[in-house]
């Protein structure tokens, strides 16, 4: 009977030392056992250091390093530290159900280089029009084609991938200009390369956010500079349903940050929108502003 393969577990940290002992209990919890768990800690200057110590599984390992907001810097550092076949990210205010890495390791019989799952998604304020659960599902060929025009599906944290796919792309990328868009960068990339993504329809994790970090990126900007360099493989009718979903990542986070002409300008050329869904949350955001001015101005 082959071994089942070594999983090695890749958890970037800066400052989450009251929140990365919830990540790592979740992986000690893990009914699958092949596993290590690679900390790489950004200098944090709270208690992260004495928090992942406070461990004592000798399957757990902290690294520290300086990666100069460049979150790829500490994955790339422990995509490359591993000593499994295959890479599953954490990040550090995430967590995983007790049955993750075994679901993911019975996928692994069928050939799959990328396997991803569902995540729910917990905030600690609620906010209008985000979705309380990360529901995913198996991306269509090409998967570059899908992953461009309909955006990133995956979320990181549920992400188990081969060592081997991510040394033949070079790791992630490391450009100040992707920071936070760094891991779809890594789908297009792999796609490219026609590798074999597997989805796996359950909630196998949990997708921390909190309402501090939430506004304070505009995604629309980081996709774009991204997607800039694959726009030779669409068509005019797939770079207009790409030129679409931006506007309304553009118009949704303008609307969260209260800058409402601006927002209006990017939401009314969503109205349209081949996505029933987006076109309704325009619609309803379109009618929230409306609204304001009225309430202002008499």
């Known amino acids: ?20 002992g919830r990540a790592l209990q979740s992986i000690l919890d893990q009914n699958y056992e092949n596993w290590e768990a690679i900390v790489i800690d950004n200098h944090s200057l709270d208690q992260t ?16 390093i300086h990666n100069n907001g460049v979150i790829a ?50 905030r600690d304020k609620p906010l209008l029009f985000r979705a309380k659960k990360i529901k995913t599902r198996q991306l269509t060929e090409p998967t570059l084609i899908d992953l461009l025009v309909n955006g990133n599906v995956i979320a990181n944290s549920s992400v188990v991938v081969r060592k081997s796919v991510l040394i033949e792309i070079g790791g992630l990328n490391e450009d100040k200009e992707l920071v936070a868009c760094e891991d779809y960068d890594a789908w297009l990339r792999i796609a490219k390369r026609e590798k074999y993504f597997l989805h796996i329809p359950m909630k196998l ?30 068509d005019d009718s797939e770079r207009a349903k790409v030129e679409m979903r931006l ?12 800058r409402y002409a601006v927002a209006t300008q990017y939401l009314r050329l969503c109205v349209n929108h081949r996505n029933f869904l987006i076109r309704v949350k325009s619609l309803f955001m379109l009618g929230y502003i409306l609204l304001s001015r009225l309430n202002n101005d008499y």
């Open 1 to 20: 009977m082959k071994e089942m393969p070594l999983i090695s577990v890749v958890i970037p940290s800066y400052n989450h030392g009251h929140l990365i």
């Open 49 to 64: 250091e004495q928090v992942v110590q406070a461990f004592k599984d000798p399957r757990i390992k902290l690294l520290k």
């Open 73 to 122: 810097v500490s994955r790339n550092i422990g995509i490359y530290e591993a000593k499994g076949e295959w890479i599953a990210f954490l990040d550090s205010d995430d967590w995983w159900t007790s049955n993750k890495l075994q679901e993911c390791v019975a996928y692994m019989m069928v050939c799959a280089d990328v396997i991803y799952h569902d995540l729910e998604i917990i």
């Open 205 to 234: 994790g949990y997708y921390y956010l909190n309402s501090q970090g939430i506004s304070n990126k505009d995604m629309s900007i980081s996709e774009r500079n991204l997607i800039f360099d694959f726009l030779y493989y669409l």
């Open 247 to 258: 506007n309304y990542t553009k118009g949704r986070f303008e609307f969260v940050n209260k």
